[in-house]
């Protein structure tokens, strides 16, 4: 096994390339539209300006970088992504210009390995190539972290699906073309056995969108991006099942993955645009006749953002690394990534909070961009499972194969130990002695 942290310069030459962009072209909508819904709404005020963006990704190649040749991507594989995504992750639009947003991008995944040629020709190829976006619809009022408590229903009558319940949380509902929607198919038994993916065009008579949740406390109430659906009597053909019946766990498993892994790549962006933030103020702002930088209390929060950076980062591309190597979920990439994901709040935690109070009463303001970061300090500890749950599947991994001490003591008990190293060394040291 090879360790290698170069890159091609080729490709370098393309993240060169892709970081001014970002900086230049991109990073400027983020001060023009700050809606919710803005960098996802195909009809949205941003768009005239986002769709000339693409076009020019789409020139250089570097158009849904996440995909297979086989679906118009570069197969670039998932460091190189990495790479990519911390560049993308440094601006809320960057994803949609580059075509890789959530959930678009495990939503393309599915379609792209569960879809039937007709669900393929109508959805994927459309939200291939950034003409619309989706929603994925799992989670409900009343259960989030454990499918087993989901209740949404589906029962075929006819050739139909009929769908009721409710779901919580459906990002960009409220914009897309179409809802993946979990729903339970066969309540007699587990959850992992009897859901099914059904897809859910926008609008369906029978589904509605009952307020569009926002994250944060100071957005009006209904005016997010986070739809809570209520679905009563809603109808969808009986064609519209992604993947097959039953297994709607499977397929939803098959997509969470790399959703995680992606999030973290696109952390590793804003964690180093924190971190060039608090430079830039500890060098520029004075205090006792100094800079803040020379003081040795700001110089140790500058060194520690530096290393948890490194650290978490080299995390991420080791769990990409291992997903490349295996060529999918196998069970060293779902420990890492895991380990990943659970690390993920920390670390913002601990750096976004170090760039806030380095600024003082302006880090606490909306005049830069750090508050916004804040709120990803919560959000990356609930989305997609809660830490907890991926700290026990990454012990439980762990633990898998450790075996029990053989008697009272445990094997590393020193005065056990050193008889037996006694022992072993016996001839060499009754020579010694002699
Ligand atoms: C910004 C954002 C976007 C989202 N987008 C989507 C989306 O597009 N589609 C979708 O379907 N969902 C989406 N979600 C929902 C997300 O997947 C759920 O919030 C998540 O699965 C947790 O479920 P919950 O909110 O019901 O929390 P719960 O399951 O109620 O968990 C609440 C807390 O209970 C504790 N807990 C839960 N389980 C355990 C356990 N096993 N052991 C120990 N403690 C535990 C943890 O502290 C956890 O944070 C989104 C959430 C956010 C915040």
Same mark, same amino acid.
Request: proline residues 6%; hydrophobic residues 40%.
């Given at each position: 096994?090879?360790?290698?942290?170069?890159?091609?310069?080729?490709?370098?030459?393309?993240?060169?390339?892709?970081?001014?962009?970002?900086?230049?072209?991109?990073?400027?909508?983020?001060?023009?539209?700050?809606?919710?819904?803005?960098?996802?709404?195909?009809?949205?005020?941003?768009?005239?300006?986002?769709?000339?963006?693409?076009?020019?990704?789409?020139?250089?190649?570097?158009?849904?970088?996440?995909?297979?040749?086989?679906?118009?991507?570069?197969?670039?594989?998932?460091?190189?992504?990495?790479?990519?995504?911390?560049?993308?992750?440094?601006?809320?639009?960057?994803?949609?210009?580059?075509?890789?947003?959530?959930?678009?991008?495990?939503?393309?995944?599915?379609?792209?390995?569960?879809?039937?040629?007709?669900?393929?020709?109508?959805?994927?190829?459309?939200?291939?190539?950034?003409?619309?976006?989706?929603?994925?619809?799992?989670?409900?009022?009343?259960?989030?972290?454990?499918?087993?408590?989901?209740?949404?229903?589906?029962?075929?009558?006819?050739?139909?699906?009929?769908?009721?319940?409710?779901?919580?949380?459906?990002?960009?509902?409220?914009?897309?073309?179409?809802?993946?929607?979990?729903?339970?198919?066969?309540?007699?038994?587990?959850?992992?056995?009897?859901?099914?993916?059904?897809?859910?065009?926008?609008?369906?008579?029978?589904?509605?969108?009952?307020?569009?949740?926002?994250?944060?406390?100071?957005?009006?109430?209904?005016?997010?991006?986070? @739809? *809570?659906? &209520?679905?009563?009597?809603?109808?969808?053909? $009986?064609?519209? #099942?992604?993947? !097959?019946?039953?297994?709607?766990?499977?397929?939803?498993?098959?997509?969470?993955?790399?959703?995680?892994?992606?999030?973290?790549?696109?952390?590793?962006?804003?964690?180093?645009?924190?971190?060039?933030?608090?430079?830039?103020?500890?060098?520029?702002?004075?205090?006792?006749?100094?800079?803040?930088?020379?003081?040795?209390?700001?110089?140790?929060?500058?060194?520690?953002?530096?290393?948890?950076?490194?650290?978490?980062?080299?995390?991420?591309?080791?769990?990409?690394?291992?997903?490349?190597?295996?060529? @999918? *979920?196998? &069970?060293?990439?779902?420990?890492?990534?895991? $380990?990943?994901? #659970?690390?993920? !709040?920390?670390?913002?935690?601990?750096?976004?909070?170090?760039?806030?109070?380095?600024?003082?009463?302006?880090?606490?303001?909306?005049?830069?961009?750090?508050?916004?970061?804040?709120?990803?300090?919560?959000?990356?500890?609930?989305?997609?499972?809660?830490?907890?749950?991926?700290?026990?599947?990454?012990?439980?991994?762990?633990?898998?194969?450790?075996?029990?001490?053989?008697?009272?003591?445990?094997?590393?008990?020193?005065?056990?130990?050193?008889?037996?190293?006694?022992?072993?060394?016996?001839?060499?040291?009754?020579?010694?002695?002699?």
């Amino acid at each position: 096994m090879s360790w290698d942290f170069s890159t091609e310069p080729e490709f370098q030459a393309e993240l060169d390339w892709m970081r001014e962009f970002v900086r230049e072209e991109v990073e400027p909508l983020d001060l023009v539209f700050r809606g919710p819904a803005d960098p996802f709404d195909p009809h949205g005020a941003a768009r005239p300006i986002i769709r000339p963006l693409q076009q020019v990704v789409k020139r250089r190649g570097l158009w849904a970088c996440h995909l297979g040749p086989e679906l118009g991507g570069k197969g670039f594989g998932q460091v190189k992504l990495g790479l990519i995504n911390e560049i993308l992750g440094r601006s809320r639009f960057a994803p949609v210009v580059f075509g890789t947003q959530a959930p678009d991008t495990g939503n393309a995944e599915i379609l792209a390995r569960f879809g039937t040629h007709d669900q393929k020709a109508q959805y994927l190829q459309p939200l291939l190539d950034g003409d619309i976006v989706s929603c994925y619809s799992m989670t409900e009022p009343q259960a989030g972290s454990d499918p087993g408590e989901f209740t949404c229903l589906a029962r075929r009558d006819g050739d139909e699906w009929v769908i009721d319940g409710e779901k919580w949380f459906a990002s960009h509902a409220c914009v897309a073309e179409f809802l993946i929607v979990m729903a339970i198919t066969d309540p007699d038994v587990a959850v992992h056995e009897g859901s099914t993916m059904l897809i859910v065009p926008n609008p369906t008579p029978g589904m509605e969108i009952v307020r569009n949740t926002a994250v944060g406390p100071r957005d009006e109430i209904g005016s997010g991006v986070h @739809g *809570y659906i &209520r679905f009563s009597d809603c109808r969808v053909p $009986a064609a519209n #099942a992604l993947g !097959p019946v039953g297994e709607g766990f499977k397929v939803a498993q098959s997509r969470l993955g790399g959703g995680r892994i992606h999030h973290a790549m696109r952390t590793v962006g804003m964690l180093s645009k924190a971190l060039d933030m608090m430079c830039e103020r500890v060098v520029s702002r004075r205090t006792k006749g100094e800079r803040l930088a020379d003081k040795q209390m700001v110089q140790e929060k500058i060194a520690d953002s530096y290393t948890q950076i490194l650290q978490f980062r080299l995390h991420v591309l080791y769990a990409a690394w291992l997903l490349d190597r295996d060529q @999918g *979920y196998s &069970r060293a990439v779902r420990r890492e990534i895991s $380990a990943v994901k #659970a690390a993920m !709040p920390g670390v913002l935690k601990d750096v976004v909070y170090r760039a806030l109070h380095l600024h003082g009463s302006l880090g606490m303001s909306n005049e830069t961009p750090l508050m916004d970061m804040w709120q990803y300090v919560p959000e990356m500890g609930i989305v997609d499972g809660p830490t907890e749950v991926h700290k026990v599947s990454v012990a439980r991994d762990i633990l898998r194969h450790v075996e029990p001490s053989p008697g009272v003591f445990p094997t590393y008990h020193v005065p056990t130990a050193r008889e037996a190293a006694l022992r072993k060394f016996a001839q060499v040291l009754e020579t010694q002695e002699a």
